[in-house]
């Protein structure tokens, strides 16, 4: 097994290496060339390009040199979209918390779960505080809640069987029905609510983040001890979710 993993970075090490060759030079390189400049055997080589070609990532011109491929600049394209929305959400998030007085969060989607990507947290000793990088599922949280919504009720249905729904808590939802019935409301109403699912004690509000085309890309949530959460948060963080949005380059439709 140790040989194997040892075997896998080593090849990633050199895949690495390959395309920043590639990318040093804004002409197509040679395979003799890339060879020289990695310390590559050209056979070794050969076979990484011919792979990375084949997955999109490099491309190989007709007198058989090689450039960087398209399927980069998609990459490229999803991590300026990250970096927008880290750098357009983290001054309104700083507002916010100075509204409230509590954790603010920012989230996205991957797969059945969000992840945490900033924060804004309180000066003051009781506070909630997540990590960022930590993960919770969809159906615990207010902004899940609402990722879920978007997918509509046949998507959220798959989404119960797929995870079984597990409970965190005596108030996390395992049933569907119930789940849906919860996830329309919140739709409706432009926000989210989490009612000590994911942990007892924690309570959150949560609304979401459009981008230009209108797609939820990310959801904003103020997080407290149950006993603190107020309803009078509601327009506030409503305000803050649609001032990131009109950052983002989205228009909201009007009434």
């Known amino acids: 097994m140790l040989k194997t993993a040892t075997s896998s970075i080593q090849v990633i090490d050199r895949v690495t290496t390959l395309l920043d060759a590639i990318a040093a030079r804004p002409e197509p390189s040679s395979l003799k060339f890339l060879s020289a400049e990695t310390h590559l055997h050209p056979s070794t080589a050969f076979r990484i390009l011919k792979a990375l070609t084949g997955h999109g990532l490099v491309e190989?011109?007709?007198?058989?040199?090689?450039?960087?491929?398209?399927?980069?600049?998609?990459?490229?394209?999803?991590?300026?979209?990250?970096?927008?929305?880290?750098?357009?959400?983290?001054?309104?998030?700083?507002?916010?918390?100075?509204?409230?007085?509590?954790?603010?969060?920012?989230?996205?989607?991957?797969?059945?779960?969000?992840?945490?990507?900033?924060?804004?947290?309180?000066?003051?000793?009781?506070?909630?505080?997540?990590?960022?990088?930590?993960?919770?599922?969809?159906?615990?949280?207010?902004?899940?809640?609402?990722?879920?919504?978007?997918?509509?009720?046949?998507?959220?249905?798959?989404?119960?069987?797929?995870?079984?729904?597990?409970?965190?808590?005596?108030?996390?939802?395992?049933?569907?029905?119930?789940?849906?019935?919860?996830?329309?409301?919140?739709?409706?109403?432009?926000?989210?609510?989490?009612?000590?699912?994911?942990?007892?004690?924690?309570?959150?509000?949560?609304?979401?983040?459009h981008d230009p085309h209108g797609k939820m890309v990310a959801g904003l949530s103020i997080s407290a001890p149950r006993d603190r959460r107020r309803e009078s948060w509601i327009p506030i963080i409503k305000k803050a979710g649609a001032d990131i949005s009109a950052r983002l380059g989205y228009m909201a439709k009007s009434a």
């Open 60 to 209: 190989r011109t007709v007198n058989g040199q090689y450039m960087l491929g398209v399927k980069l600049l998609h990459f490229g394209s999803r991590v300026h979209g990250k970096v927008d929305l880290l750098r357009e959400a983290k001054p309104i998030m700083e507002w916010l918390r100075s509204q409230v007085g509590e954790s603010v969060n920012l989230t996205v989607r991957e797969g059945d779960e969000v992840v945490y990507v900033e924060r804004a947290i309180p000066n003051r000793m009781m506070r909630v505080e997540q990590v960022i990088g930590s993960r919770a599922p969809l159906h615990v949280t207010a902004v899940g809640k609402l990722f879920l919504s978007e997918d509509g009720e046949k998507a959220c249905r798959e989404y119960a069987r797929r995870t079984g729904l597990p409970r965190y808590t005596p108030n996390t939802l395992t049933q569907v029905t119930k789940l849906w019935a919860q996830i329309e409301n919140a739709h409706k109403q432009g926000y989210a609510l989490d009612n000590e699912e994911a942990e007892q004690g924690v309570a959150c509000v949560g609304v979401p983040l």
